[in-house]
């Protein structure tokens, strides 16, 4: 089983859509979430961190559920330009090393 | 401010033969890492440095030796390439904070070895 799993999708959705991403991660040490985007045949960047309070950064919503081992990515009003890959990333412990990286889930936006 | 720059980006090997990847950044950043990005897969950790002059095995070692004579550098060195080590490689630095460390990526370098 890998440590992080995410749907690879495809997603295919209307621009305006609202669309939710899960992943879920195995080590119960974990400490530390995000989301990175990546665009194709480029780096990743960091789309946001995920908060156990939840967090907000415009149209992206991201919750943490620690109970269930899951985090979240929700977009809403879904633009041509959200069109990427999108990483889950956990870290165990305190230390940048142990940092995961889900395969990613891909979304496409069509107009 | 160029943040987290990669040379080569492109590079094709034989079999056998030997590079080194350069990573450079600019963000007075404590740890870089490598890792390598193949389809399917999520980023794995090759090498990482806490500092200047340390270096760790991460996830995926084998093949592959590093080096951080300076703070702005972390090599990459593949002595005897393999058709296994064909992958996309992205070095990353973060500040080394506790809980909020956020790393950031160089450009990629796409590597074939035939």
């Known amino acids: 089983r890998k440590e992080v799993e995410q749907d690879p999708g495809p997603f295919n959705v209307p621009e305006g859509a609202t669309v939710a991403f899960n992943c879920t991660y195995s080590?119960?040490?974990?400490?530390?979430f995000f989301w990175y985007r990546q665009d194709c045949r480029k780096e990743p960047k960091l789309l946001m961190s995920v908060y156990s309070s939840g967090n907000e950064d415009g149209r992206f919503t991201a919750q943490l559920n620690r109970a269930s081992q899951y985090i979240s990515l929700l977009i809403r009003d879904s633009k041509l330009s959200d069109s990427a890959t999108y990483l889950c990333?956990?870290?165990?412990?305190?230390?940048?090393?142990?940092?995961?990286f889900g395969a990613g889930t891909r979304l496409f936006v069509k107009a | 401010n160029a943040g987290v720059t990669q040379t080569p980006k492109f590079r094709v090997l034989k079999t056998g033969q030997s590079m080194t990847l350069l990573c450079a950044q600019d963000m007075n950043h404590e740890y870089m890492y490598w890792y390598r990005q193949d389809p399917g897969m999520g980023l794995r950790l090759i090498h990482y440095?806490?500092?200047?002059?340390?270096?760790a095995k991460g996830e995926v070692p084998d093949g592959y030796n590093v080096s951080r004579l300076k703070k702005q550098n972390f090599l990459l060195g593949l002595e005897s390439a393999a058709p296994s080590q064909t992958s996309v490689y992205f070095c990353a630095s973060s500040p080394g904070l506790i809980n909020t460390d956020t790393q950031y990526f160089g450009p990629g370098t796409r590597l074939t070895v035939l």
């Open positions: 990333v956990v870290r165990v412990g305190t230390g940048g090393f142990k940092t995961i």
């Open positions: 080590n119960s040490a974990s400490q530390s």
């Open positions: 440095s806490v500092g200047e002059g340390t270096t």
